[in-house]
C-alpha cells in the first residue's frame, strides 16, 4: 500500500479514489508535474449547457447594479459536450460578474427528480471564478446517471421568476486505468483526454490558484478553457 503524503488536497486524494487508480511507479516528484501540458478530449456531441432568464432579460442581472457585466454569470463547462466527472461529490467552477447580488444559489437534480439538492452560496460583492464543492451531506452521485445543475443569481434574499438562471448538464462515469504518477497535472492530463471535464479543471484550479506564477499551470489553465470556448473567462481571477 502506498501512504499518499499528508500534503496533498482532499480533492486530489478523492479523484483517485473514484476513478480506481493502480500506481505502477512510485510517487512523482513535484518538480516533474510542473512539465505537463493538458489537453481536453471532448467525449460526444452530449447535451447543449444554456442560460435562461425570468421574463425579459434586463440590461442589469439586478436592479441595484451600476451597469450590465460584459460576461454573464457561466459556469465553467464545456457547450457542446457532456459534462463528466468520476466523483461522487463533484467541484464546479463559476464565474460570478460584479453584481450587487446577494446570493448564488446552486440546485442539482436528476430528471425523475428523485434526487433534489439545494444550497445558498452568500456573496460578499467579489467578482471572479468560485469553485463549488458538493458537500459531504449530499446524496452521492451515481454511476451513469444524468443530472441537470444550475445556479441562479438570487438579487434579493430569496428567488425570483426574474433572477438570471445558468443551467447544464452532468455525468457521473467511472475509470479504471494504471498511470505511473498521481501528481496533479499527471492526473489532470489523463482526465482531459478522457473527456472528465470537471476533475481535470478542479485539478488545474487548484493548482492555479496555489501557484499562480508557474506558467505551465497558467498555460494549462489558458489552454483548456480557450478550448471550449471560454477564452474571455481564463482571463478572469480565480478567488479563494
Excluded at 3 to 9: F, G
Excluded at 120 to 130: A, H, K, N, P, R
Aim: glycine share 4%; proline share 7%; net charge negative.
Amino acid at each position: 500500500m502506498i501512504t499518499i503524503n499528508k500534503t496533498l488536497s482532499l480533492l486530489f486524494v478523492s479523484l483517485l479514489i473514484a476513478t480506481e487508480i493502480v500506481l505502477t511507479s512510485p510517487l512523482g516528484a513535484e518538480t516533474e508535474s510542473q512539465q505537463k501540458n493538458v489537453y481536453f478530449t471532448p467525449p460526444d456531441a452530449g447535451k447543449p449547457n444554456n442560460t435562461t432568464q425570468g421574463g425579459t432579460r434586463p440590461v442589469r442581472l439586478c436592479a441595484n447594479d451600476t451597469s450590465a457585466p460584459e460576461i454573464l454569470v457561466t459556469a465553467l463547462v464545456p457547450d457542446n459536450s457532456s459534462t463528466l466527472t468520476t466523483a461522487t461529490h463533484p467541484t464546479f467552477l463559476v464565474y460570478l460578474p460584479p453584481t450587487t447580488a446577494e446570493n448564488l444559489v446552486f440546485s442539482l437534480r436528476d430528471p425523475q427528480e428523485t434526487y433534489y439538492y439545494q444550497q445558498t452560496i452568500q456573496l460578499d460583492g467579489q467578482s471572479g471564478i468560485i469553485s463549488f464543492t458538493l458537500p459531504e451531506n449530499a446524496p452521492p452521485l451515481e454511476v451513469d446517471q444524468d443530472y441537470l445543475f444550475s445556479f441562479t443569481l438570487a438579487c434579493e434574499e430569496t428567488i425570483s421568476p426574474d433572477d438570471f438562471v445558468w443551467s447544464g448538464n452532468i455525468r457521473r462515469v467511472t475509470l479504471t486505468a494504471k498511470i505511473d504518477s498521481i501528481n496533479s497535472l499527471e492526473l489532470a492530463s489523463f482526465y482531459g483526454e478522457n473527456g472528465i471535464w470537471l476533475d481535470m479543471l478542479a485539478l488545474i484550479a487548484q493548482e492555479h490558484l496555489t501557484k499562480p506564477n508557474d506558467l505551465t499551470i497558467s498555460q494549462n489553465w489558458q489552454t483548456v478553457l480557450e478550448s471550449v470556448g471560454l477564452e474571455e473567462i481564463s482571463e478572469q481571477p480565480l478567488l479563494e
